[in-house]
Each structure stands twice: as structure tokens, then as C-alpha cells.
């Protein structure tokens, strides 16, 4: 079962754009980061904590057994981004990782187990090194399980 509702855009033209290519073309194109074919994405769609209408995000790929990681890094900014907040208030969402999405319950990781995401989500995209760096907030890492 899948999220429904009304949609609402990014109010931001790229991931507008890649969002609507990557579920046009079920994952085949417009996965990965855009000019970086070594970073793909995946596209959660989450339920906004203010509105309650659907928002989509494209986010780095990183899992491990089916459990993925969805880094609210917002590029090393002071502030989380929208959809840490969107997580928070509805920890139901849907993840597409290829042609379906498919629902997740997001957890925030805490302790060795956030320590061990880090490391791996590093490990697939270093800049969350440097953006970790650039603000004094601890980078939330949720976790996304398949309900």
C-alpha cells in the first residue's frame, strides 16, 4: 500500500524535474545525482508535517538488506531540511528504488547504530564528510524499513 493524497511539488525546478523522469521511466533514468553517475538516488515521498499533502524528494541510495538510510545532511546547512520534519510528524513513507515504490516506516538512527549508517553513507557520497563539518548539528540519519 502506497501513500495517497494530494501532491504537491518541489518548489524547486531540478527536483521537480528529476522526480517526475524517475517515475516516467521507473527508475531507469534520472537515478542517479544529477552530472554524477557514481551517486544514484532514490525517490521518497513523505507526507508534509504542516500541509499533510505528498512531497517527493530524490535522496542518496544507501542501503544494506533492504533497510535504507535517508541522510537530512541539506547540504551541511545549520537548519534540517523540509523533509526531516515531514518524517518526524509522518513516519510512514514510500520509497522507490527502481519501477515500485514501496512503504517504509522511518526511524531515527541513534547511538552505534546511526554510527554504523554514517559510516556507510559516507561511504557512498563523502561529501556528507564535509557537510557534517560545515554545521555544529549532529546530521540526522533515519532509517527506512519496509512495512
Do not use: C
Not at 508534509?48 to 544507501?62: C, E, F, I, Q, Y
Amino acid at each position: 500500500m502506497t501513500l495517497d493524497g494530494e501532491y504537491e511539488p518541489s518548489p524547486s525546478q531540478w527536483v521537480r524535474d528529476q522526480v517526475e523522469r524517475y517515475e516516467a521511466t521507473g527508475g531507469r533514468e534520472a537515478n542517479t545525482l544529477p552530472d554524477h553517475p557514481e551517486w544514484p538516488i532514490v525517490v521518497i515521498t513523505s507526507r508534509g508535517a504542516a500541509s499533510g499533502k505528498l512531497r517527493k524528494n530524490p535522496v542518496m541510495r544507501v542501503e544494506k538488506d533492504g533497510v535504507y538510510a535517508a541522510v537530512a545532511s541539506k547540504g551541511g546547512d545549520p537548519s534540517h531540511p523540509v523533509w526531516y520534519h515531514n518524517f518526524l510528524a509522518h513516519p510512514e513513507v514510500d520509497l522507490q528504488d527502481g519501477q515500485e515504490p514501496h512503504t517504509y516506516r522511518a526511524r531515527v538512527a541513534e547511538g552505534e547504530e546511526r554510527a554504523e549508517w554514517w559510516e556507510r553513507a559516507v561511504a557512498q557520497y563523502a561529501p556528507y564528510a564535509e557537510y557534517q563539518e560545515k554545521t555544529d548539528r549532529e546530521i540526522p540519519v533515519f532509517l527506512l524499513e519496509r512495512t
